[in-house]
């Protein structure tokens, strides 16, 4: 099956600096990706919506400067949180679909990020 | 995308059968009833979808009612690993996945 990684799995960082988080398709290739925001004991809440080589569409509420989407391949997605503070400590969770002619979306494993 | 409504929680005996109740009353022609699942601090796993048929894979069945206004999913013989949040999700073809706050599923030996 379609199998989506993420890097890294865990990250602990310090207030003020910024962190990146990879997403690949590594058995197909992906048209769009979508970024995930997930805090404890709450639901997913899709934050953006990438298509390769092109800007990234944000949900309402998600600020497009603090939370950098590149999707510069069809098998890459990074986000980059910037200038993270602790109230962005979450998981974060990427998923990747192959073509606008499928409607399969295949998730990765998560990336648990701590902000001190 | 219609919204579903599922009930919080739900305890299952393992080796039993566990069936998920969803709502979604207002589910339109066009749209597709998805499950995924998630285990704990793990991304969201795949299980079954469909449109107006009764649906069955390897890992569970999906009933659909008539009128298309509910739906069961069924894992025909509950185990420990079963143990985890289901999401059900009507969505129009292609329409991006926006999670609700699912079913807590504990099975329990």
């Known amino acids: 099956g379609a199998v989506v990684s993420q890097h890294p799995s865990w990250v602990i960082c310090k207030s003020g600096t910024s962190v990146k988080i990879e997403c690949r398709s590594l058995?197909?290739?992906?048209?769009?990706m979508f970024w995930y925001r997930q805090f404890p004991k709450q639901s997913l809440m899709l934050m953006a919506t990438?298509?390769?080589?092109?800007?990234?569409?944000?949900e309402q509420g998600v600020e497009k400067d603090k939370f950098l989407i590149n999707h510069a391949s069809l098998t890459l997605s990074t986000l980059t949180v910037t200038s993270a503070h602790p109230e962005d400590s979450s998981f974060y969770i990427c998923?990747?679909?192959?073509?606008?002619?499928?409607?399969?979306?295949?998730f990765g494993p998560g990336t648990r990020l701590t902000v001190t | 995308d219609a919204k579903t409504t599922q009930p919080p929680s739900m305890d299952c005996a393992e080796g039993r059968a566990a069936n998920l109740p969803c709502n979604h009353s207002t589910i339109s022609g066009n749209e597709y009833v998805y499950w995924y699942r998630q285990i704990h601090s793990q991304g969201p796993q795949y299980i079954i979808h469909?449109?107006?048929n009764n649906e069955t894979n390897e890992m569970a069945s999906l009933i659909i009612t008539e009128d298309r206004k509910s739906s069961t999913l069924i894992l025909p013989h509950a185990t420990l690993r079963d143990t985890a949040v289901y999401y059900c999700i009507a969505r129009e073809y292609g329409n991006k996945l926006v999670f609700g706050a699912g079913t807590i599923l504990r099975v329990k030996s």
């Open positions: 058995d197909f290739q992906a048209t769009t």
């Open positions: 998923s990747a679909r192959a073509g606008l002619g499928t409607n399969e979306q295949y």
């Open positions: 469909g449109l107006k």
């Open positions: 990438s298509n390769e080589g092109s800007k990234a569409t944000y």
